[in-house]
Nanobody, 114 residues
């Protein structure tokens, strides 16, 4: 069973930065798709950013502020978040897909205060 473990959440003020990291355990797959989702209280979970071998995607609200990247090790993923806004407050989840299977991390809280 593959587990995704996130780290790097926390609390910052508006305009601050955070970096989220995700690592698969065991680290044996080159995932076809990896991404970051977020869910704010009372809202649906939404895809924030994703990356395949060739394409990176960002939801409009984070374009120019967030950068997704894959690490050198298999199954590692990062999300650099700059110019954070209160609207970015949510639980952020790492997601990965390979060989028809989908995996989720446990989530990490990001809180941005004004």
């Amino acid at each position: 069973q593959v587990q995704l473990v996130e780290s790097g959440g926390g609390s910052v003020r508006t305009g601050g930065s955070l970096r989220l990291s995700c690592a698969a355990s065991p680290s044996i797959f080159n995932f076809d798709f990896m991404g970051w989702y977020r869910q704010a209280p009372g809202k649906k979970r939404e895809l924030v950013a994703s990356i395949t071998s060739r394409i990176a995607y960002y939801v409009d609200s984070v374009k120019g502020r967030f950068t997704i990247s894959r690490g050198n090790a298999k199954g590692t993923l990062g999300l650099q978040m700059n110019s954070l806004e209160p609207e970015d407050t949510a639980v952020y989840y790492c997601h990965a897909e390979v060989q028809g299977c989908r995996y989720w991390g446990q989530g990490t809280q990001v809180t941005v205060s004004s």
